[in-house]
């Protein structure tokens, strides 16, 4: 296990810069996942650690050597792409083997002991003879994973490898890779768009937008204390509503457009214009009580859950709720919500 430094990581290809100065410190044994939109930038900070692109500048060390000008085989790191680029005509012990004979790590039999761990380790020592086209999709996810583990490397980097699986399989694999960490302890690096991947996966998620970091820290704090409208919107998609912070009774209330007031926690020191950002499942939807008044514009039926989409002072707001009460469109209804969960963005 390695630590894993960027500083001062920037990107341009021509004229056009892609990343703009990120640093980034990544503890031994840590699983880091950088998390963002299409183009952000992700994929090309994971390739730029792997030795895959060249930085314009910056310094990348790992386990405190400074690897910036070394290509990919002098860095001990292993890549597992979204692709899997698993070879055909191999079977899948060869498949797994393969990195250790291209770099001429151990003796046979050596290499035969460690392709025969890494396969025990993902549990598919029983299909060590099939080629690739004769796995399923998770197979030959589990058969790059283990190929990617083989060397014992010091870094893995995962480029979206749960993004070619559907929905129930992407599940599993989520706790095999939550699992497999435990077990090896291997600093890791992990990109992908899906906030749920990251929030499950990670010890720390870092947030990019358009280049830069936008918001780094636990899934928890990154969940509940967003720094930004972006990291509100980006992560569980928030509902975002202007309103006013006014003072009523001694403590800090929000008004919408429509003069409806949220109560805001105790001794909350903003003033003024902001942004509230409210989670959909933090809001609780009754026929009546006290909270702020709105109508139900459609309903979602989500299996477990419904989504309300509810307008309220001229704007919508998403609620999740579950299926003891069902209200249908054009039913006027009352949102409520702690006060502690109401987050304040500047505007």
Not at 33 to 60: D, F, N, P, Q, Y
Not at 121 to 128: I, S, W, Y
Request: net charge neutral; hydrophobic share 45%; aromatic share 4%.
């Amino acid at each position: 296990m390695s630590d894993v430094r960027l500083d001062a990581i920037m990107k341009s290809y021509g004229p056009v810069a892609v990343l703009h100065g990120i640093s980034l410190d990544i503890r031994s044994g840590e699983f880091i996942s950088l998390l963002g939109a299409s183009g952000c930038g992700k994929t090309t900070l994971l390739r730029i650690v792997a030795g895959l692109e060249e930085v314009t500048s910056g310094r990348i060390s790992i386990d405190g050597r400074d690897v910036t000008a070394l290509p990919p085989e002098k860095r001990d790191i292993a890549m597992m792409f979204q692709s899997y680029a698993l070879l055909p005509h191999l079977n899948v012990f060869e498949n797994v083997r393969f990195p250790l004979r291209m770099r001429k790590i151990g003796t046979r039999a050596e290499q035969m002991e460690m392709a025969a761990a890494a396969l025990a380790t993902v549990q598919l020592g029983h299909l060590a003879d099939r080629r690739p086209r004769q796995l399923s999709g998770g197979q030959q996810q589990r058969v790059a994973l283990a190929r990617a583990i083989v060397s014992h490397p010091k870094v893995l980097l995962l480029d979206e490898p749960l993004s070619n699986l559907d929905a129930r399989l992407r599940e599993d694999m989520q706790v095999e890779l939550i699992e497999l960490h435990k077990r090896l302890g291997l600093t890791t690096l992990f990109v992908t768009h899906d906030q749920d991947e990251a929030l499950s996966l990670s010890d720390r998620v870092v947030l990019l937008n358009n280049g830069w970091v936008e918001q780094q820290g636990s899934p928890s704090e990154i969940y509940d204390r967003p720094a930004t409208e972006f990291a509100s919107n980006f992560i569980g998609s928030a509902n975002l509503i202007d309103a006013t912070i006014v003072e009523r009774d001694g403590r800090p209330m929000a008004m919408l457009a429509d003069q409806q007031c949220l109560a805001l926690a105790a001794g909350e020191a903003a003033r003024g214009a902001v942004r509230l950002a409210l989670r959909q499942e933090d809001m609780q939807l009754a026929a009546s009580g006290s909270g702020i008044s709105g109508t139900v514009r459609t309903r979602v039926f989500l299996g477990a859950q419904n989504r309300y989409v509810v307008e309220v002072a001229g704007a919508t707001i998403r609620v999740l709720a579950a299926n003891a009460a069902v209200y249908a469109t054009g039913d006027p209804v009352v949102l409520s919500i702690d006060p502690a969960r109401v987050r304040l963005l500047t505007r």
